[in-house]
């Protein structure tokens, strides 16, 4: 009867130590899911505010006033436009073929 009283006593012991152990681990997967679910609210509300700023720095009006004040550009007029004329090309004449062959 002893015997089985602690053989009963060490399998309820483990059955605890388990039961803790579980637990313990449950908990810690549980912080480290919630920690990875707030890094990633993070991350998306950063790649929303560079999807924002990329927006605003492609605007028309930024690429005009870049333009103008870093690349010193002005807009296009008659008076500073410089057309390039291609000559025709010269054409040599082609030798008559003589008896079929070139």
Same mark, same amino acid.
């Given at each position: *009867?002893?015997?089985?009283?602690?053989? #009963?006593?060490?399998?309820? #012991?483990? !059955?605890?130590?388990?039961?803790?152990?579980?637990?313990?681990?449950?908990?810690?997967?549980?912080?480290?899911?919630?920690? =990875?679910? =707030? %890094? !990633?609210? +993070?991350?998306?509300?950063?790649?929303?505010?560079?999807?924002?700023?990329? @927006? =605003? %720095?492609?605007?028309?009006?930024?690429? %005009?006033?870049?333009?103008? @004040? %870093?690349? +010193? *550009?002005?807009?296009?007029? /008659? &008076?500073?436009? +410089?057309?390039?004329?291609?000559?025709?090309?010269?054409?040599? /004449?082609?030798?008559? =073929?003589? &008896? &079929?062959? /070139?």
């Amino acid at each position: *009867m002893i015997r089985l009283n602690l053989v #009963l006593l060490a399998a309820v #012991l483990i !059955s605890a130590f388990y039961l803790v152990h579980t637990q313990y681990e449950s908990r810690r997967l549980y912080t480290a899911l919630d920690r =990875a679910q =707030a %890094q !990633s609210r +993070q991350l998306n509300v950063e790649y929303e505010q560079l999807v924002v700023q990329r @927006r =605003a %720095q492609a605007t028309p009006a930024r690429v %005009q006033q870049l333009a103008t @004040r %870093q690349l +010193q *550009m002005r807009p296009v007029t /008659p &008076g500073i436009t +410089q057309y390039v004329v291609v000559p025709e090309p010269l054409v040599a /004449p082609m030798p008559e =073929a003589r &008896g &079929g062959r /070139p």
